[in-house]
C-alpha cells in the first residue's frame, strides 16, 4: 500500500508566554464573540495573519517598481481582496499591515450565517454548520 503524503507546515503556533493576563483576556473576548470552540483556533488564525503581514514587510522593503515586489505584491492584494478581507479600495501593501484578526474572523461561515440573520446566535450558527443544514 503506498505511503500517504502528510503536510508537515504547522496550521497554529502557540503562544510565547504561556500566562499572559492581557492576552488571555483578549483571546476570550475574542472566542465569546465569534463563537469559536478553542484557543487553537484563534492562534491559527493568528498565524495566518502574520505569515500575510511578514510577506507584505519583506516586499515593501523592495524598491517601488521592482518586478518581484510587483509581481508577488499584486498576487496577494489580489488573494486578499478575493477572500474578502482586504477591501479594493484598499489594494496598497501599506494596508495589508494594518490588517486584525478580527478582519479575518468576520469571513468565517459561521460568522456570516449569525450576521445574516440565520440562526439565533452564533454558537447556534456553528451548531447549524455542523448539523450540515448550512453548508
Do not use: C
Given at each position: 500500500?503506498?505511503?500517504l503524503?502528510?503536510?508537515?507546515?504547522?496550521?497554529s503556533a502557540?503562544?510565547?508566554?504561556?500566562?499572559e493576563?492581557e492576552?488571555l483576556?483578549q483571546?476570550?473576548?475574542?472566542?465569546?464573540?465569534?463563537?469559536?470552540?478553542?484557543?487553537?483556533?484563534v492562534?491559527?488564525?493568528?498565524l495566518?495573519?502574520?505569515?500575510?503581514r511578514?510577506?507584505?514587510?519583506?516586499l515593501?522593503?523592495?524598491?517601488?517598481k521592482?518586478?518581484?515586489?510587483?509581481l508577488?505584491g499584486n498576487a496577494?492584494?489580489?488573494?486578499?481582496?478575493?477572500i474578502?478581507v482586504?477591501?479594493?479600495s484598499?489594494?496598497?501593501?501599506?494596508y495589508?499591515?494594518?490588517?486584525?484578526?478580527e478582519?479575518?474572523?468576520e469571513?468565517?461561515?459561521q460568522t456570516?450565517?449569525f450576521?445574516l440573520?440565520?440562526?439565533?446566535?452564533i454558537h447556534h450558527?456553528r451548531?447549524?454548520i455542523?448539523?450540515r443544514?448550512?453548508r
Amino acid at each position: 500500500m503506498p505511503r500517504l503524503k502528510t503536510v508537515h507546515s504547522k496550521t497554529s503556533a502557540t503562544p510565547r508566554r504561556p500566562f499572559e493576563k492581557e492576552r488571555l483576556d483578549q483571546e476570550l473576548k475574542i472566542i465569546g464573540e465569534y463563537g469559536l470552540k478553542n484557543k487553537r483556533e484563534v492562534w491559527r488564525v493568528k498565524l495566518v495573519l502574520a505569515k500575510i503581514r511578514k510577506a507584505a514587510r519583506t516586499l515593501l522593503t523592495l524598491e517601488e517598481k521592482d518586478p518581484k515586489r510587483l509581481l508577488e505584491g499584486n498576487a496577494l492584494l489580489r488573494r486578499l481582496v478575493r477572500i474578502g478581507v482586504l477591501d479594493e479600495s484598499k489594494m496598497k501593501l501599506d494596508y495589508v499591515l494594518g490588517l486584525k484578526i478580527e478582519d479575518f474572523l468576520e469571513r468565517r461561515l459561521q460568522t456570516q450565517v449569525f450576521k445574516l440573520g440565520l440562526a439565533k446566535s452564533i454558537h447556534h450558527a456553528r451548531v447549524l454548520i455542523r448539523q450540515r443544514h448550512i453548508r
